[in-house]
């Protein structure tokens, strides 16, 4: 595992398994190119907002039911496979990986 302050690259046999941006200590910021104005602000999007811009975007999403429970809920964008973490209702983190 490689962390770099809100980034984390997990490698497996020299390979690229899992990608991960964490926001839980509002230190990563996205770079200017990558955040569309207008939309919302990833690193403090609550769970309505992250369901409403994907919905807008026409993807499509599921709830993770094996990692949802009390105080956190994880969605999979089902277009990407990107997992969607928040805890206490704010965006935590956002995760891909090849499992």
Do not use: C
């Not at 206490?88 to 956002?94: I, R, V």
């Amino acid at each position: 595992m490689w962390k770099y302050d809100g980034l984390q690259l997990g490698f497996s046999d020299d390979s690229l398994e899992f990608i991960g941006l964490y926001f839980e200590d509002r230190s990563l910021t996205l770079p200017p190119t990558l955040v569309d104005e207008g939309r919302i602000d990833l690193a403090k999007a609550s769970v309505p907002e992250v369901e409403k811009l994907v919905t807008e975007l026409n993807l499509h999403f599921t709830a993770v039911d094996d990692l949802t429970f009390d105080d956190q809920r994880v969605i999979r964008i089902e277009e990407s496979g990107v997992s969607v973490v928040f805890f206490e209702g704010e965006l935590l983190s956002l995760q891909l990986s090849e499992s």
